[in-house]
C-alpha cells in the first residue's frame, strides 16, 4: 500500500444523504462535501459515487470538474467502504475490499443495514477494472489503518482488537491480515484513538505518517481533558517503537481544537431512527486535524472555526514544506461522526 | 454519428429487473441478456448497468468479463435510454442525451414513470468522461434511427411523426433536429415499422443499414398478413429514394419468423400492475431477425426457435460476409418487447 503522499489517479467519495445522520436533509454537509471535493479537484480527479435518488441534486452541487456516479452507499465514508488500494512490484494496482459491519456490526455499530457500504469497493474495483482482494473473515476500515509505503502499518488496539470487529482473531492473526493484504512488515500499536470516537478509535483521527519514519500525533496540553492521557500512552508508545525500515520515530504534536460538542439545534436536525446511531446535544465529537487526506501535493485539511485552526495548519505545514495547506469549514461533516481523511479515498498512480 | 460496422469500444446495456415486464421475476429474460452479453464480449467490451438491488445477482449471472455497475433505469433498453455516440472530426467522441418520455409519455406511453430512463444516457456520458448534447425538446429514442455513416438516417413516419413524440415539431423541424445531432444531411422516412410494435414503429426492428446504399428490410410473402403490405410500402419507398451521397438504394429482403404471441403461461407470469404496459396471452409480438447488432465483426442476431432462424442467419451472412453471425435465443427479450438491438448500445472507438 503506498503512502498516501504518493502520486494519486483519483480520490473517490460518496454524497451525504441520510437524515437520520446529517442535519436538515443533509443539505449543510453536502455544502461541506462539495467544498473538499472542489478543493481536491484543483490537484487530483475526483469521483462521487451517489444513489440515484440524489443523483441530479449532487450533479448540480459539485464542481463540474468532479465525476459523478451513480454508487449506492448505507453513508458516506468512502475511507472506510472504499477499497484500500495496493500496487504490486510492476505498478499494478489492485483494491482490497475488507468486510465491513458499520463499525461494530450489531455490538456498537452505527447503523444497520449496512449491505451497500460492503458492496462499495467492488463497486469501485469493477468501474476501474481493477482486480480485487476480498477479505473474508476479516473485517476492517480504511480509517483504522495508516502506512509509510515502506512496509510499516499504524493503528490502534481500541479498534482493530475491539471484540466487535473481528473476536475470532487475536494479535497475531490480525497483524498476518495486514501483512498479507498491505505488503507490510511491521505493525504498530497505538492504544488509543481520540475519546468517544465512535468508530472505536480509528488511527486516521488521531496519528498519521507525514513522512518515513516520522508521525503526526494529536495532541492535547490540557491534562483535565481525558484526551490528554490517550495522546500521553501513544507518545510514549511511539517513542519506544521502531519502523519496518528499523528507524526509531520522530513524532510530531499537532494541536486538538477545543472539545467541540453537538449544539441542541444541530441534535434536533437529525430524522429519529431506531437503527442509527443517535446524536445528542452535548455529546463531544471526536475533532482532530490529523484527520486530513494528502492528495498529489495539497493537504486538505478541516477547520473548526476554532483558535486552534491556524495553529494546526501551521504545523502541518511545517511538517510537509513541500505541500499546500489548505483548509476547509468542517463542522457538518464532524457533525455526521468524521472528517475529510473519513469521506476520502486515494487512488494510486499504477504502471508508470 | 458512425455506422455500426464502425470499431466500437465497448457495448453497454442494461439489466432487466422490473417483474411487471419480465415473466418470472426476469429470470428467464436476465438468463437471455447473460447470453448476449457473453457472446458480444467474444468482439467488443461490454458494461452492463444494474440497479443497486440487482447487483449481486447480476454479477453472478453475467460473464466475468463483463463490466459490473451501478446505474439505475426503469427498464432494460439501453439502445432507446442510452447515448447516441457521435464523432467529431477529430475523433473526439460525444453522447446525445435525447429526451425520453416511454415511447409516448402519457399517450401511450409503456410505462410510468421515466426519470431513471430519462438520466441514463447522462450517467454514461459521465461515467466516461465524455461532452453531452441534451435534445431538450426534442424527444427520440435511439431504436427510432439508423445511419449509413456518410449522411443519411433512416427511420419511419409511424414513430418520428407520432403525435405522442414531438407534436410541436413538423416533418421539416423533425428533419433538421436529426441534421443537427447526428450530422446528418439526408432523412429516409419508412411509412412504418413492424406491426403491432409497441415502440410506434422504430425503424430498428424494420430494416437498417449494412452497408452504405444497402439495406436489409424484414420481408414476408404472406400476403395475408397485415405486415405484407407495411413491407411492400417500405420497398416502393427506398426503390425511388437516394442516399445522402446520390446513390440508389439496394435493398434486402430478410425473411420474417412466423407470427408469435404471448402464451397464456407467459403472460401469466408478469406482475399485474397499472402504470405498465399489459402483455396479454395471444397479444401478437413484433417479433423480427432485423433487430440484431453490429459489433466489431459480429452480428448478433436473434432466433426464436423458428424454420426461418437459419434462413436469416444465412441471409445475414452473405449481406455481410466479412462477419460473423451469432445467433441467440431471444424470446425471452422479445416478450419483453424488443430485441438485441434495442437491448444494447454501441460505442464508437475514438481519436486513433
Request: net charge negative; aromatic share 8%.
Given at each position: 500500500?503506498?503512502?498516501?503522499?504518493?502520486?494519486?489517479?483519483?480520490?473517490?467519495?460518496?454524497?451525504?444523504?441520510?437524515?437520520?445522520?446529517?442535519?436538515?436533509?443533509?443539505?449543510?454537509?453536502?455544502?461541506?462535501?462539495?467544498?473538499?471535493?472542489?478543493?481536491i479537484?484543483?490537484?487530483?480527479?475526483?469521483?462521487?459515487?451517489v444513489?440515484?435518488?440524489?443523483?441530479?441534486?449532487?450533479?448540480?452541487?459539485?464542481?463540474?470538474r468532479?465525476?459523478?456516479?451513480?454508487l449506492?452507499?448505507?453513508?458516506?465514508?468512502?475511507?472506510?467502504?472504499?477499497?484500500?488500494?495496493?500496487?504490486?512490484?510492476?505498478?499494478?494496482?489492485?483494491?482490497?475490499?475488507?468486510?465491513?459491519?458499520?463499525?461494530?456490526?450489531?455490538?456498537?455499530?452505527?447503523?444497520?443495514?449496512?449491505?451497500?457500504?460492503?458492496?462499495?469497493?467492488?463497486?469501485?474495483?469493477?468501474?476501474?477494472?481493477?482486480?480485487?482482494?476480498?477479505?473474508?473473515?476479516?473485517?476492517?476500515?480504511?480509517?483504522?489503518?495508516?502506512?509509510?509505503g515502506?512496509?510499516?502499518?499504524?493503528?490502534?488496539?481500541?479498534?482493530l482488537?475491539?471484540?466487535?470487529?473481528?473476536?475470532?482473531?487475536?494479535?497475531?492473526?490480525?497483524?498476518?491480515?495486514?501483512?498479507?493484504?498491505?505488503?507490510a512488515?511491521?505493525?504498530?500499536?497505538?492504544?488509543?484513538?481520540?475519546?468517544?470516537?465512535?468508530?472505536?478509535?480509528?488511527?486516521?483521527?488521531?496519528?498519521?505518517?507525514?513522512?518515513?519514519?516520522q508521525?503526526?500525533?494529536?495532541?492535547?496540553?490540557?491534562?483535565?481533558?481525558?484526551?490528554?492521557?490517550?495522546c500521553?500512552?501513544?507518545?510514549?508508545?511511539?517513542?519506544?517503537?521502531?519502523?519496518?525500515?528499523?528507524?526509531?520515530l520522530?513524532?510530531?504534536?499537532?494541536?486538538?481544537?477545543?472539545?467541540?460538542?453537538?449544539?441542541?439545534?444541530?441534535?434536533?436536525?437529525?430524522?429519529?431512527?431506531?437503527?442509527?446511531?443517535?446524536?445528542?446535544?452535548?455529546?463531544?465529537?471526536?475533532?482532530?486535524?490529523?484527520?486530513?487526506?494528502?492528495?498529489?501535493?495539497?493537504?486538505?485539511?478541516?477547520?473548526?472555526?476554532?483558535?486552534?485552526?491556524?495553529i494546526?495548519a501551521?504545523?502541518?505545514?511545517?511538517l510537509?514544506?513541500?505541500?499546500?495547506?489548505i483548509?476547509?469549514?468542517?463542522r457538518?461533516?464532524?457533525?455526521?461522526?468524521?472528517?475529510?481523511?473519513?469521506?476520502?479515498?486515494?487512488?494510486?498512480?499504477?504502471?508508470?
Amino acid at each position: 500500500m503506498p503512502a498516501e503522499w504518493s502520486p494519486q489517479s483519483q480520490v473517490w467519495m460518496l454524497w451525504p444523504e441520510r437524515p437520520d445522520n446529517w442535519r436538515y436533509g443533509a443539505k449543510p454537509a453536502q455544502g461541506a462535501f462539495a467544498k473538499v471535493a472542489a478543493a481536491i479537484a484543483d490537484h487530483t480527479p475526483v469521483t462521487v459515487g451517489v444513489s440515484a435518488d440524489q443523483f441530479e441534486n449532487a450533479c448540480a452541487r459539485l464542481d463540474p470538474r468532479v465525476r459523478v456516479l451513480e454508487l449506492s452507499a448505507n453513508d458516506a465514508w468512502a475511507r472506510d467502504v472504499g477499497p484500500t488500494f495496493v500496487v504490486d512490484g510492476h505498478g499494478g494496482v489492485r483494491g482490497v475490499d475488507w468486510q465491513f459491519n458499520a463499525w461494530g456490526g450489531l455490538a456498537g455499530g452505527l447503523y444497520q443495514p449496512w449491505n451497500r457500504d460492503d458492496q462499495v469497493a467492488e463497486k469501485i474495483c469493477r468501474i476501474e477494472g481493477i482486480d480485487r482482494y476480498r477479505s473474508d473473515g476479516f473485517v476492517l476500515e480504511g480509517g483504522a489503518i495508516h502506512v509509510d509505503g515502506e512496509g510499516t502499518v499504524l493503528t490502534t488496539e481500541e479498534c482493530l482488537l475491539h471484540s466487535n470487529r473481528n473476536p475470532q482473531l487475536n494479535r497475531a492473526q490480525i497483524e498476518a491480515q495486514l501483512r498479507l493484504y498491505l505488503g507490510a512488515e511491521k505493525i504498530l500499536w497505538l492504544p488509543e484513538g481520540i475519546v468517544d470516537d465512535e468508530t472505536n478509535g480509528h488511527i486516521d483521527n488521531m496519528a498519521c505518517f507525514v513522512a518515513p519514519g516520522q508521525i503526526a500525533l494529536a495532541w492535547t496540553d490540557n491534562v483535565d481533558d481525558p484526551q490528554h492521557a490517550c495522546c500521553q500512552r501513544a507518545w510514549d508508545y511511539l517513542q519506544a517503537q521502531r519502523d519496518a525500515r528499523g528507524r526509531a520515530l520522530k513524532v510530531h504534536k499537532i494541536v486538538l481544537p477545543q472539545p467541540l460538542a453537538h449544539t441542541a439545534e444541530e441534535a434536533d436536525g437529525i430524522d429519529i431512527a431506531r437503527n442509527a446511531w443517535p446524536r445528542r446535544a452535548g455529546a463531544r465529537m471526536a475533532a482532530s486535524y490529523i484527520n486530513f487526506l494528502i492528495s498529489n501535493g495539497a493537504l486538505i485539511v478541516p477547520a473548526f472555526d476554532d483558535p486552534a485552526d491556524q495553529i494546526a495548519a501551521n504545523q502541518l505545514a511545517d511538517l510537509m514544506p513541500n505541500h499546500q495547506v489548505i483548509q476547509i469549514p468542517c463542522r457538518e461533516i464532524l457533525l455526521g461522526g468524521g472528517n475529510i481523511h473519513c469521506i476520502t479515498q486515494q487512488q494510486p498512480v499504477g504502471r508508470a
